[in-house]
């Protein structure tokens, strides 16, 4: 398990979606209002990649018609099939125990804070002032 | 009479069979005369109201109807019992009365139709023989009037479901049916969709077709549409203690619409949030169907496969389709059915569908 | 399913070379098209546009789940234009990436379900040089669909030979929502042509006809819509069996497009009960439906099914058998197949040659 800086925070705007490759694996990385989340890109179900797909609320009703919209921005619609998958845990709606993603933790943390740990950013210069996204893998 | 058909006709009548797809001769305006009120009386007459059949199920038919039924002597309930009733040993025989009630445009005419349809079923049927049970006709041309017909006969516990055709006016899964459907779930009627049209619009998406065995091929089409309308507009949702019932749908085609429908929900539910579950879930709670005909391959062996692929025990209901010819001799239950299942499948599915039936 | 399914290794298909049977090309622009319209029928489409069933101008009767009417969302050139409407980046996502020999194309703007139908020929003419100009000729990879007007029986005769000699293209194509059911004998003469020139017959599913797609009515909703497709497929094979034109016309090759295929087996077991029982209705058809079925039908197989127990999917494929089945992408729509991951059950070697390749290069000709 070793902490890798993907991206830097004002490189990705909320409700923007990144494709990043990190320690062999491809991964989503999405701004969900301020918050940084990472799942894996392809989708369980034919292989597309999760990172082009719409970022979307949930559509729930109780009744036939009667159609709220809630969760915004934090769910991903599939760009194939259109499957919906929570960005916070990689689950799907449809059928969350079965079909999922796998979910990665994400941080936030300074520059400087990166230069004193065990951090892996061999693709990215890290400046001591900026916000940067770290992925745990 | 061979061995085999001695044991299937015991096993039926040791378990208490019902039967749930049973057609009474189908009634015409001499038949109902006595149960119109004199207005109508004098309409049905003047206006020549009088073989209510339905074009794609003509009493005419000669490959529909068993010789050998047809052969008995007597008629009514009495031909009935020599026939079926009591060779089977059935503790109960649903009849479904399929005639042209569900076709007729005026929506009084088939309102009035209708209520004296159900009338003569209890008179002429229900009243003699305890072992019979019955279907509403419904004018589900007029809903508010479907409603009354439900609560007129709420009490009348023979009565067990109410019955439409799979190919009507509108897509069964409509707003507009939902009163009739708050009704029957009220008393504890099933909904029967019965293979038929009202030739309201042509069977195929291509027009009306050449032959009566193409237009026997496409009921499918219609149930199936039936299907993904429950689905999709919420109704299985809507009225969870309502089952509703396929009759004389056939069976093995049902599993792919299943996985085609839950594959495309995971996509499309968007379009219907309210479908909260995947279709093929919902279809196994509510939907049953009966099991003649089936539309299995030749083999027996492969007719586990198919209900494996339901992976619904309570779906199947037993029926005989009677007097319709759909089985050889007096093999009633698709060959390579599952011993397991047949106690279901004759009797304890039709209690759970039907509130109504007592034990 | 989980992320195990995605892991095994399926490189072996690119050496395999798939036939794709369902690939919908896109015009860059309307002008594209117009250039291959006489001046009188550019006019007309300028000054009353092309007329068809569906009742809404400009939006899908059943509105699709994604934009540009149901497209995969990544399928946008990043040069500009809509899905599919630029060959590069059709080569580098789809033909390239996925080792696809050959690709059929199925234009779906051809004009076979104009109401106009002199405008339907028209452009069903200039589809078809379309074809050549921009994706067979540049790519021979990809094989064209000749589109004819259906309706117009002579027109559709007159556009078969005008193409016939060109090996570009693959089949000659008519939507299966016909006016009338499609076995009906006013057809017949487009179905002895193609029996002629050894050319199949494509139907593949259309979003508008002139009847109700289902026999209670319109439906509501796209996702009932999108089964109802299988329906309209369906009826073209029960017509064409119970008409007698494969008895009438019995080298005919005809290929279902865009229908799943669970459905076949089931319907030939009823087909088979119902000639059984009504066969003195029918005595021009001699023998069962399904042997017909067996010997002139073919389906494509996307949109596949995909069942709770992927294992059941085996009887399906052995019900239907694996000589019928041809593998089909749909890009670039957004119920697309990707051919290393449709089938979620193992396939023999045998079967996967079938149904990926050689079914479809026997089918259609191809060398």
């Not at chain 2, 049209?197 to 193409?214: C, D, T, V």
């Given at each position: 398990m070793a902490r890798h800086v993907i991206a830097k925070v004002e490189e990705l705007d909320i409700g923007k979606s990144k494709l990043v490759k990190v320690a062999g694996r491809d991964i989503a990385l999405f701004n969900v209002k301020g918050e940084f989340f990472a799942i894996a890109n392809r989708c369980p179900h034919e292989g597309a990649d999760l990172c082009r797909g719409q970022v979307v609320g949930l559509a729930e009703a109780d009744e036939p018609g009667k159609v709220r919209m809630t969760r915004h921005g934090e769910l991903v619609r599939c760009p194939w099939h259109g499957w919906e998958f929570d960005i916070r845990t990689g689950k799907s709606w449809c059928d969350p125990a079965r079909t999922r993603v796998k979910s990665f933790d994400v941080s936030v943390a300074k520059g400087g804070a990166l230069t004193e740990g065990p951090y892996q950013a061999e693709t990215f210069p890290v400046s001591i002032d900026e916000d940067y996204v770290v992925v745990e893998i | 009479m061979d061995t085999a058909v001695t044991q299937q006709r015991s096993m039926l009548s040791q378990l208490g069979a019902i039967d749930c797809d049973v057609h009474p001769d189908a009634p015409g305006r001499e038949d109902l005369l006595p149960y119109f009120d004199d207005y109508w009386r004098e309409i049905v007459t003047t206006r020549d109201v009088d073989r209510l059949e339905l074009t794609n199920f003509p009493t005419r038919t000669k490959p529909f109807f068993r010789e050998d039924w047809k052969a008995t002597e007597g008629k009514g309930v009495e031909k009935l019992r020599k026939n079926l009733l009591d060779p089977y040993g059935l503790k109960y025989a649903i009849l479904n009365c399929v005639t042209a009630v569900h076709a007729i445009y005026d929506p009084y005419l088939a309102t009035a139709v209708c209520r004296a349809t159900n009338d003569w079923l209890k008179a002429e049927w229900l009243d003699r023989d305890p072992r019979l049970r019955a279907s509403l006709v419904l004018p589900m041309q007029n809903p508010e009037a479907a409603v009354e017909e439900?609560?007129?006969?709420?009490?009348?516990?023979?009565?067990?479901?109410?019955?439409?055709?799979?190919?009507?006016?509108?897509?069964?899964?409509?707003?507009?049916?939902?009163?009739?459907?708050?009704?029957?779930?009220?008393?504890?009627?099933?909904?029967?969709?019965?293979?038929?049209?009202?030739?309201?619009?042509?069977?195929?998406?291509?027009?009306?077709?050449?032959?009566?065995?193409?237009?026997?091929?496409?009921?499918?089409?219609?149930?199936?549409?039936?299907?993904?309308?429950?689905?999709?507009?919420?109704?299985?949702?809507?009225?969870?203690?309502?089952?509703?019932?396929?009759?004389?749908?056939g069976v093995s085609w049902l599993p792919g619409q299943m996985w085609r429908m839950s594959k495309d929900w995971r996509g499309a539910r968007i379009e219907i949030p309210w479908v909260k579950e995947s279709p093929s879930a919902l279809v196994r709670r509510q939907i049953r169907m009966t099991t003649q005909p089936f539309d299995a391959p030749r083999d027996p062996a492969e007719l586990e496969r198919i209900i494996e692929h339901l992976d619904c025990d309570d779906m199947l209901l037993f029926s005989t389709d009677y007097p319709h010819a759909q089985f050889e001799g007096e093999a009633a239950i698709p060959a390579g059915f599952p011993e397991r299942l047949i106690d279901r499948l004759v009797r304890e599915n039709a209690l759970a569908t039907y509130p109504r039936l007592e034990d | 399913m989980d992320q195990a399914v995605l892991d095994k290794n399926t490189k072996a298909d690119a050496k395999l070379g798939i036939v794709d049977c369902d690939i919908h090309p896109a015009f860059g622009s309307p002008a594209e098209l117009a250039k291959f319209l006489p001046v009188r029928w550019r006019d007309h489409l300028a000054d009353y546009g092309q007329r068809s069933a569906n009742p809404v101008v400009g939006t899908l009767p059943y509105p699709r789940m994604t934009p540009g009417n149901g497209m995969r969302r990544d399928s946008w050139p990043p040069n500009g234009g809509p899905p599919a409407s630029?060959?590069?980046?059709?080569?580098?996502?789809?033909?390239?990436?996925?080792?696809?020999?050959?690709?059929?194309?199925?234009?779906?703007?051809?004009?076979?379900?104009?109401?106009?139908?002199?405008?339907?020929?028209?452009?069903?003419?200039?589809?078809?040089?379309?074809?050549?100009?921009?994706?067979?000729?540049?790519?021979?990879?990809?094989?064209?669909?000749?589109?004819?007007?259906?309706?117009?029986?002579?027109?559709?005769?007159?556009?078969?030979?005008?193409?016939?000699?060109?090996?570009?293209?693959?089949?000659i194509a008519i939507p299966p929502r016909t006016i009338e059911p499609a076995g009906r004998r006013r057809y017949w003469p487009i179905y002895e042509a193609a029996e002629h020139y050894d050319m199949p017959i494509g139907m593949h599913s259309a979003a508008y006809g002139q009847h109700a797609n289902s026999g209670a009515g319109w439906l509501d909703f796209y996702i009932e819509e999108h089964y109802a497709f299988s329906h309209s497929l369906q009826s073209v094979v029960t017509s064409m069996v119970f008409e007698g034109v494969f008895e009438r016309f019995p080298k005919l090759k005809l290929v279902v497009v865009e229908g799943g295929f669970a459905w076949a087996a089931p319907l030939m077991w009823r087909l088979d009960k119902q000639w059984e029982r009504m066969r003195s209705e029918v005595p021009h058809v001699k023998?069962?439906?399904?042997?017909?079925?067996?010997?002139?039908?073919?389906?494509?197989?996307?949109?596949?099914?995909?069942?709770?127990?992927?294992?059941?999917?085996?009887?399906?494929?052995?019900?239907?058998?694996?000589?019928?089945?041809?593998?089909?992408?749909?890009?670039?729509?957004?119920?697309f197949d990707d051919p290393r991951y449709a089938f979620k059950v193992p396939l023999s070697p045998t079967e996967r040659v079938q149904i990926f390749r050689d079914n479809a290069k026997r089918v259609y000709r191809l060398p």
């Amino acid at each position: 398990m070793a902490r890798h800086v993907i991206a830097k925070v004002e490189e990705l705007d909320i409700g923007k979606s990144k494709l990043v490759k990190v320690a062999g694996r491809d991964i989503a990385l999405f701004n969900v209002k301020g918050e940084f989340f990472a799942i894996a890109n392809r989708c369980p179900h034919e292989g597309a990649d999760l990172c082009r797909g719409q970022v979307v609320g949930l559509a729930e009703a109780d009744e036939p018609g009667k159609v709220r919209m809630t969760r915004h921005g934090e769910l991903v619609r599939c760009p194939w099939h259109g499957w919906e998958f929570d960005i916070r845990t990689g689950k799907s709606w449809c059928d969350p125990a079965r079909t999922r993603v796998k979910s990665f933790d994400v941080s936030v943390a300074k520059g400087g804070a990166l230069t004193e740990g065990p951090y892996q950013a061999e693709t990215f210069p890290v400046s001591i002032d900026e916000d940067y996204v770290v992925v745990e893998i | 009479m061979d061995t085999a058909v001695t044991q299937q006709r015991s096993m039926l009548s040791q378990l208490g069979a019902i039967d749930c797809d049973v057609h009474p001769d189908a009634p015409g305006r001499e038949d109902l005369l006595p149960y119109f009120d004199d207005y109508w009386r004098e309409i049905v007459t003047t206006r020549d109201v009088d073989r209510l059949e339905l074009t794609n199920f003509p009493t005419r038919t000669k490959p529909f109807f068993r010789e050998d039924w047809k052969a008995t002597e007597g008629k009514g309930v009495e031909k009935l019992r020599k026939n079926l009733l009591d060779p089977y040993g059935l503790k109960y025989a649903i009849l479904n009365c399929v005639t042209a009630v569900h076709a007729i445009y005026d929506p009084y005419l088939a309102t009035a139709v209708c209520r004296a349809t159900n009338d003569w079923l209890k008179a002429e049927w229900l009243d003699r023989d305890p072992r019979l049970r019955a279907s509403l006709v419904l004018p589900m041309q007029n809903p508010e009037a479907a409603v009354e017909e439900i609560e007129r006969f709420a009490d009348d516990k023979r009565f067990v479901q109410v019955l439409t055709l799979c190919m009507g006016e509108m897509p069964l899964g409509r707003r507009t049916y939902w009163p009739v459907y708050e009704a029957a779930q009220r008393h504890g009627f099933a909904l029967g969709v019965h293979a038929g049209s009202a030739y309201r619009h042509a069977p195929s998406q291509s027009g009306f077709l050449s032959y009566l065995a193409e237009d026997y091929v496409h009921q499918v089409q219609g149930f199936a549409a039936q299907v993904g309308s429950f689905v999709s507009e919420g109704v299985l949702g809507k009225f969870p203690d309502m089952k509703i019932v396929l009759i004389e749908s056939g069976v093995s085609w049902l599993p792919g619409q299943m996985w085609r429908m839950s594959k495309d929900w995971r996509g499309a539910r968007i379009e219907i949030p309210w479908v909260k579950e995947s279709p093929s879930a919902l279809v196994r709670r509510q939907i049953r169907m009966t099991t003649q005909p089936f539309d299995a391959p030749r083999d027996p062996a492969e007719l586990e496969r198919i209900i494996e692929h339901l992976d619904c025990d309570d779906m199947l209901l037993f029926s005989t389709d009677y007097p319709h010819a759909q089985f050889e001799g007096e093999a009633a239950i698709p060959a390579g059915f599952p011993e397991r299942l047949i106690d279901r499948l004759v009797r304890e599915n039709a209690l759970a569908t039907y509130p109504r039936l007592e034990d | 399913m989980d992320q195990a399914v995605l892991d095994k290794n399926t490189k072996a298909d690119a050496k395999l070379g798939i036939v794709d049977c369902d690939i919908h090309p896109a015009f860059g622009s309307p002008a594209e098209l117009a250039k291959f319209l006489p001046v009188r029928w550019r006019d007309h489409l300028a000054d009353y546009g092309q007329r068809s069933a569906n009742p809404v101008v400009g939006t899908l009767p059943y509105p699709r789940m994604t934009p540009g009417n149901g497209m995969r969302r990544d399928s946008w050139p990043p040069n500009g234009g809509p899905p599919a409407s630029d060959l590069a980046f059709l080569q580098e996502q789809l033909l390239d990436p996925l080792g696809i020999e050959y690709g059929i194309l199925q234009p779906l703007a051809a004009g076979s379900s104009t109401l106009n139908q002199e405008l339907g020929a028209a452009m069903c003419a200039a589809v078809n040089d379309w074809q050549l100009d921009k994706w067979t000729g540049p790519d021979p990879r990809l094989k064209a669909s000749i589109c004819v007007t259906q309706e117009d029986v002579p027109a559709a005769l007159a556009e078969i030979e005008a193409r016939i000699g060109d090996r570009s293209f693959a089949q000659i194509a008519i939507p299966p929502r016909t006016i009338e059911p499609a076995g009906r004998r006013r057809y017949w003469p487009i179905y002895e042509a193609a029996e002629h020139y050894d050319m199949p017959i494509g139907m593949h599913s259309a979003a508008y006809g002139q009847h109700a797609n289902s026999g209670a009515g319109w439906l509501d909703f796209y996702i009932e819509e999108h089964y109802a497709f299988s329906h309209s497929l369906q009826s073209v094979v029960t017509s064409m069996v119970f008409e007698g034109v494969f008895e009438r016309f019995p080298k005919l090759k005809l290929v279902v497009v865009e229908g799943g295929f669970a459905w076949a087996a089931p319907l030939m077991w009823r087909l088979d009960k119902q000639w059984e029982r009504m066969r003195s209705e029918v005595p021009h058809v001699k023998r069962p439906p399904s042997e017909y079925i067996r010997e002139n039908v073919w389906f494509t197989t996307q949109p596949i099914e995909e069942p709770e127990n992927n294992r059941h999917l085996l009887d399906t494929l052995r019900w239907v058998g694996a000589d019928r089945l041809m593998f089909s992408t749909d890009y670039p729509h957004w119920d697309f197949d990707d051919p290393r991951y449709a089938f979620k059950v193992p396939l023999s070697p045998t079967e996967r040659v079938q149904i990926f390749r050689d079914n479809a290069k026997r089918v259609y000709r191809l060398p």
